[in-house]
Nanobody, 115 residues
Framework: QVQLVESGGGLVQPGGSLRLSCAAS????????MDWYRQAPGKQRELVAR???????NYADSVKGRFTISTDSANNTVYLQMNSLKPEDTAVYYC?????????WGQGTQVTVSS
């Protein structure tokens, strides 16, 4: 069983920045990949960023150049640095770990971009 706890969401003005954190209950070096997803009201959950073992990263086209996913193995934490935020980035952001045949999700953290 893997527990994921997100934090760092909030209300920010367009053009602002936020850093989301996802603390995992297991060592990151036992995980092949970790993802950040988001779900806006009335829309399907979508993959925002992924980091796999070796540090390879992938991003949705809509966030490339603005968001950065990174890990801190000492603290078993994954981050999502979000810069130049836009109103369309408003969503609940979820941390996700695929492990074996299971998918583990955090509880989500709300990000609202509004003036």
């Amino acid at each position: 069983q893997v527990q994921l706890v997100e934090s760092g969401g909030g209300l920010v003005q367009p053009g602002g920045s936020l850093r989301l954190s996802c603390a995992a209950s297991i060592r990151l070096n036992s995980i092949n990949a970790m993802d950040w997803y988001r779900q806006a009201p009335g829309k399907q959950r979508e993959l925002v960023a992924r980091i796999i073992s070796g540090g390879i990263t992938n991003y949705a086209d809509s966030v490339k150049g603005r968001f950065t996913i990174s890990t801190d193995s000492a603290n078993n934490t994954v981050y999502l640095q979000m810069n130049s935020l836009k109103p369309e980035d408003t969503a609940v952001y979820y941390c996700h770990v695929p492990l074996g045949r299971n998918d583990y999700w955090g509880q989500g953290t709300q990000v609202t971009v509004s003036s």
